[in-house]
């Protein structure tokens, strides 16, 4: 099936109060801005809320409102419209600042709120894996990023250190 549908039920979630601001990060989150590539699932990325009256969280609402969609549990995802997806929290600085700046994105049509280009390169950077550095080429390659205002995330969440080593890596 096509993503619109996920983002469409993803839509009704936060409009029905399930979810409150989301936004799509990862490798789907790239897509909107690079040529597409494979991935296995669809990063969503939401600020978890404590059960009233408690400090623990749950995933129980989310896991019910999609169930009582017809939606299945494979693993460590949730099959929605065919899409195998992931709830994350937002629960670091640098994830939170990215779901308030997030940005609007059409998907034939449908709205979905999407981390900008210059917060993903710098969440890749901060995981650092091959796969995520090889993401941040693909940003500066295409031109899709402005490597100005990632330097100023990066600055801002004390991850310097990784953009020189990147730097050191790939770009001198």
């Given amino acids: 099936m096509a993503i619109k549908e996920a983002i469409q039920i993803i839509n009704r979630m936060e409009a029905d109060g399930v979810i409150e601001r989301y936004a799509i990060g990862g490798a789907v989150g790239a897509t909107f801005y690079l040529e597409p590539v494979a991935t296995l699932d669809v990063d969503v990325f939401i600020e978890f809320r404590a059960q009233p009256g408690s400090r623990l969280v749950s995933l129980e609402p989310i896991f019910t409102y999609l169930r009582d969609r017809g939606c299945t549990m ?99």
């Fill in 74 to 172: 494979e693993g460590e995802h949730i099959v929605i419209a065919g899409w195998p997806v992931q709830f994350l929290p937002a629960n670091s600085n640098l994830l939170q600042e990215a779901l308030v700046a997030a940005v609007e994105k059409s998907v034939e049509g449908t709205s979905a709120r999407v981390f900008t280009a210059e917060h993903i390169a710098a969440i890749a950077l901060q995981t650092g894996r091959a796969k995520d550095k090889a993401r941040v080429l693909q940003f500066i390659e295409a031109n899709a990023v402005d490597l100005g205002r990632v330097r100023e995330i990066l600055t801002r969440h004390g991850l310097n250190g990784n953009w020189q080593q990147f730097e050191q890596q790939f770009l001198k």
